[in-house]
């Protein structure tokens, strides 16, 4: 399966600790996409690469949140001091560099901080 | 997995009818549109893609309609299987002139099929 991968699929935390999820996308997809889902809802944007670049980040994604891409591969999403507010699904889609390329999203990882 | 959509509004068909989920955009200058299928416990899957510049687009027993001046999107679905029961969203190009697709999500409808 050539699909977008995401891990772990699941992680319970503790309120305070830092945790860091993992996306491996399509291979020949240079665009990375972060978006975070709430039960009920629709995902949300947070943040978008194009190879290494962070070209883009939604005021959702506050301090304590970083993105990485460091060889243009796989990302890491990496949350600090967590919250109980930040329980949700973190998915991650890719894309071509093409005009309109429509978004694969991964299964996503579902956080649930206690 | 866990469940999408707790409160999401429903449409219940019989298997083999046919499906219409309806969305409404927000930004008359999107230019780009996408159903998505979100399954409980995984990602959304995406269905079926419109461009403003198109009316309609036909895929394998879907169909997407696209009406710019009420800016509306329904996604019609021939002879609805069990496998099709899922939450389905709409999702629009807020950055069209940004050179990349950065979606707004609808929010969502779910699609119950009765044998």
């Known amino acids: 399966d050539t699909g977008v991968s995401q891990n772990p699929r699941h992680k319970i935390t503790k309120r305070g600790q830092n945790v860091t999820f993992r996306c491996d996308p399509i291979s020949e997809h240079n665009r990375l996409y972060w978006y975070r889902q709430t039960l009920g809802q629709g995902p949300e944007f947070l943040t978008y690469?194009?190879?290494?670049?962070?070209?883009?980040k939604s005021r959702l994604l506050s301090d304590r949140f970083s993105a990485e891409r460091p060889k243009g591969s796989f990302s890491t999403l990496e949350i600090q001091r967590t919250e109980q507010g930040d329980s949700a699904m973190y998915l991650c889609?890719?894309?071509?560099?093409?005009?309109?390329?429509?978004?694969?999203f991964g299964n996503g990882t579902r956080l649930t901080v206690t | 997995g866990e469940s999408v959509g707790l409160h999401l509004p429903t449409l219940s068909v019989q298997e083999g009818d046919n499906s219409i989920i309806n969305c409404a955009y927000s930004n008359s200058a999107s230019d780009y549109f996408i159903w998505y299928k979100q399954e409980s416990g995984k990602g959304p899957q995406f269905i079926i893609d419109?461009?403003?510049?198109?009316d309609k687009r036909q895929g394998q027993r879907v169909t997407v309609l696209l009406n710019k001046t009420v800016k509306h999107l329904s996604l019609q679905i021939a002879a609805t299987q069990p496998g099709d029961s899922a939450v389905y969203f709409c999702?629009?190009?807020?950055?069209?002139?940004?050179?990349?697709?950065?979606?707004?999500f609808g929010a969502g409808t779910r699609l119950a099929v009765h044998p």
């Open positions: 889609a890719s894309s071509l560099v093409r005009v309109n390329s429509p978004l694969h």
């Open positions: 419109i461009r403003s510049n198109m």
């Open positions: 690469f194009q190879n290494e670049a962070q070209l883009e």
């Open positions: 999702a629009e190009n807020s950055n069209p002139s940004g050179g990349y697709n950065k979606l707004i």
